[in-house]
């Protein structure tokens, strides 16, 4: 799952309104834990993911966080013991003791998966849709070398996966018994050595050992684009909406000793205005190619 | 002044028992292109590496001598600060490229020299516009071919105006298409910018036509330093393994060596000694139709109508059939993406095709292009048999106990070879090999061709390489869109084309069907005899 530009509103907006815009929908999911704010939270990305023709994408990423999300239900429903409601009395069990389930820690083990797999799922939109070139220029001025070795990590990690197809073709085609493991790995460790020399001595004929700061002529000013505007607007509005609902507990949400979770006029309201807020900068498709 | 003086350097590496570079002496002035020829470690990339700066600074080692780039000292100089004033291509595009975007890639050596976001901005659009790749500037550099990356790579390095460009073998890992798209780019360049380039190549006949200056180093010292016709003729004396096919066929009757097709056909054709000859006319002989296994009853490799559907993508192979006897041994040709390595991954079952059947009277053993990937043991003498490693020139007693990755490209090759060879209960009815030649200078080709020629399996090679297809194959399968677009004697497919053509054949316009010079000599001498013979 790598950045690839393609044309679409998100992808048209600069680097630092589409960070912007990710970690306001990521505050969101940490901010409230209501199930319907998760959900209008989890409905916004899934709707971003499609407006920026990235669904496929998102969903390889759901399917694996998935399991996350049922793993951590599934320990909470185990471990938690709070709540009035039991649904299913497991006796003694090794390690977890008596063990009685209840509807209050399920729910509430659900909520956490939900919110796991919306801070993935934040974080998948950012990978395919924010250019990590732009990010590496954003943050170049604070610390080049850092910033650029993060890039070079991510680019590597295609070339690597190349190689170790490459490898086990090879070694498909090895008469005999196949090597073992800790043959296979010292191979695996300098053939990634061997790499990550020639990388480096790319690195120094490109005058990275003697980086230098920018000077200080002209900078190129990027116009804001009608895009930059839209979700920099958007990001601001979901941020506040979620500092706004938790602060004034528009969503509440409790579950011990018993469920209370009520939706009331207001809480309706922030869900379906973080929906909308969410969605709309996608409506608008002029300039969206590049 | 001279942009590159090296002054007696002489550069060990760290551990190395003898000097990569030795008492090297040369000046390259501004704007010119200098050609560096020589067999694998005659010392070419180490002089790259020492104008650079990575010699001694990144490689460590001992380092003698003087050597000035651009009037800086590179003792006193790294890498780093040199950049500004050299750019470098190497080998490998896939190592060098490492943002994720081409223009990032273009502006990163400016900003690493604190250029100003408005130089960077201007620099990059020229560069891309320069070599031709504006329309990649946003594509992420994963989804780039070979070819786009080197010259992604090259605008990287051309991207700081640097007053010298290194180049190290950047067309090996190209196919010939990208590489000679990129000779012609360097060509232009070296006209437009006023750039000396120096570059380091196997295959001398794409770049000597063009250059003002051939450099050939042995043994880590220059043994020659001259113009390329002079180069061309010291070298049919001298080191006939650095002699191009053209200059050896000049050579060989007697004239003075040219460099490249064009001089080359103009010098024959000056002296009256072009053959106008169809070489497919009725009566004119196959030299190459020596294959007295094809007709055989038995087939050692049989594909039936295979097809290769990739899911959601498009057809690699379609509907290819081909039968392959004991014993011949067949080269398998086209451009990139043609279907070839995926053929070979079906004959040796590392895949199953979607339609049709692949069948073998044995096994087939499969060497991939890259050698390294079939290296797994501490010791040469634990990666095969002695049989097999004496079948493939390495039964020296003396190399038993050396690393695998110590060995040289070519001997790497030949030791993947005989891992693949080795199997005493099941010897390989068919061996097929994936682009061996990458990157191998012209003995090491002869060798392998030689190599193959002993085999008593059948001999299936996708390469790109006309040279080598011409020293060993029996039969050219060619490839086009995943199908066999031809399939003929080497001189039926070699001797007529201009792409998939050796350089003897180019000149002579395929006469008497001679794709070698020794050929191409012989079809001349007869053509004189006759003509002597019509005018008595």
Not at chain 2, 239 to 250: D, K, N, S, Y
Request: glycine content about 10%.
């Amino acid at each position: 799952m790598t950045y690839r530009r393609r044309a679409s509103p998100l992808h048209a907006a600069r680097a630092s309104v589409g960070c912007a815009y990710c970690a306001a929908l990521a505050l969101a999911t940490l901010l409230l834990s209501g199930p319907l704010a998760l959900g209008a939270v989890v409905v916004s990305i899934a709707g971003a993911a499609v407006g920026a023709g990235v669904a496929r994408e998102l969903r390889r990423a759901a399917l694996l966080a998935l399991p996350l999300g049922l793993l951590i239900m599934a320990v909470n429903m185990l471990v938690a013991q709070g709540g009035l409601t039991v649904i299913a009395r497991l006796g003694h069990l090794p390690v977890f003791g008596q063990t009685d389930v209840t509807l209050e820690a399920t729910v509430y083990g659900a909520v956490l998966g939900l919110r796991a797999i919306a801070l993935i799922l934040c974080g998948a939109l950012y990978t395919v849709a924010v250019d990590p070139d732009e990010v590496l220029a954003l943050f170049r001025r604070f610390s080049f070398h850092s910033a650029l070795t993060a890039t070079l990590a991510t680019r590597m990690v295609p070339v690597l996966a190349r190689d170790a197809r490459r490898l086990a073709e090879a070694q498909r085609c090895r008469p005999g018994p196949p090597p073992s493991r800790a043959q296979l790995m010292r191979a695996t460790t300098s053939g990634v050595l061997d790499r990550a020399l020639d990388v480096a001595a790319a690195l120094e004929v490109r005058g990275y050992g003697a980086a230098r700061r920018p000077s200080h002529g002209r900078r190129v000013r990027r116009p804001w684009s009608r895009h930059d505007f839209a979700f920099a607007a958007s990001a601001v509005a979901i941020g506040g909406l979620a500092v706004a609902g938790r602060v004034a507990d528009l969503l509440p949400f409790q579950s011990n000793p018993s469920l209370y979770a009520p939706v009331g006029v207001g809480g309706a309201a922030v869900a379906a205005a973080l929906l909308l807020c969410a969605l709309l900068p996608f409506a608008d498709r002029r300039g969206i190619e590049r | 002044m001279s942009v590159l003086a090296l002054e007696h350097v002489t550069y060990s590496y760290p551990g190395a028992s003898a000097p990569a570079i030795a008492d090297v002496s040369l000046e390259i002035g501004p704007g010119e292109l200098v050609v560096l020829a020589g067999g694998s470690g005659s010392g070419k990339s180490t002089l790259l590496r020492a104008a650079n700066g990575l010699v001694p600074h990144f490689h460590g080692g001992v380092f003698a001598g003087r050597a000035t780039v651009a009037g800086m000292d590179t003792r006193e100089h790294g890498p780093g600060a040199l950049a500004a004033a050299v750019g470098t291509l190497f080998q490998d595009p896939e190592t060098q490229v490492v943002m994720g975007t081409v223009r990032a890639e273009l502006a990163l050596p400016l900003e690493n020299q604190g250029e100003a976001p408005a130089a960077v901005a201007r620099a990059v659009e020229e560069a891309a516009l320069a070599l031709g790749i504006a329309h990649l500037l946003d594509r992420p550099t994963a989804e780039l071919s070979g070819g786009e990356l080197q010259r992604v790579a090259l605008g990287a390095a051309l991207a700081g105006r640097p007053k010298l460009i290194l180049l190290d073998e950047p067309t090996s890992q190209l196919d010939p298409v990208a590489g000679d798209e990129l000779i012609a780019l360097l060509r232009r360049l070296n006209e437009d910018f006023d750039a000396a380039i120096v570059i380091a190549e196997h295959r001398l006949e794409r770049c000597l036509g063009f250059a003002d200056r051939a450099i050939a180093m042995r043994g880590g010292r220059v043994v020659c330093d001259a113009a390329p016709a002079e180069f061309l003729a010291w070298a049919c004396d001298a080191a006939p393994e650095l002699a191009t096919p053209g200059a050896r066929l000049v050579s060989g009757l007697g004239l003075a060596p040219v460099a490249g097709v064009k001089a080359a056909r103009s010098t024959l054709r000056s002296r009256g000694l072009l053959p106008d000859v169809d070489p497919f006319a009725r009566g004119a002989s196959d030299r190459r139709d020596r294959n007295p296994r094809r007709r055989a009853e038995e087939s050692a490799l049989t594909l039936d109508r295979v097809w290769h559907e990739i899911d959601r993508g498009p057809a690699i192979l379609r509907g290819v059939s081909l039968r392959i006897a004991p014993g011949e041994r067949v080269a398998l040709m086209g451009r990139n993406g043609a279907g070839k390595s995926t053929l070979l991954r079906h004959a040796a079952g590392l895949m199953r095709p979607t339609r049709g059947k692949t069948r073998s009277s044995g096994r087939v053993a499969l060497l991939l292009q890259n050698p390294t990937d079939y290296l797994v043991h501490e010791r040469i003498a634990q990666e095969a048999s002695p049989r097999a490693l004496a079948t493939v020139g390495l039964g020296d007693p003396a190399l038993a106990n050396r690393h695998p990755r110590d060995l040289s490209g070519g001997e790497k090759q030949r030791l993947a070879l005989a891992i693949v060879l080795d199997d005493p209960e099941r010897q390989a009815a068919v061996v097929c090999l994936d682009e061996p030649t990458r990157g191998m200078d012209r003995r090491r080709k002869d060798e392998l061709a030689a190599l193959l020629c002993e085999l008593d399996a059948a001999v299936l090679v996708a390469t790109h390489d006309p040279e080598f297809v011409a020293a060993f194959a029996h039969r050219v399968v060619l490839l086009g869109e995943g199908a066999v677009i031809a399939d003929g004697s080497p001189t039926q497919i070699l001797a007529r084309g201009t792409y998939f053509a050796t350089e003897t054949a180019r000149i002579l316009g395929g006469a008497g069907g001679a794709l070698v010079p020794d050929e191409g000599v012989a079809v001349i001498s007869s053509f004189r005899t006759a003509e002597a013979q019509v005018s008595a």
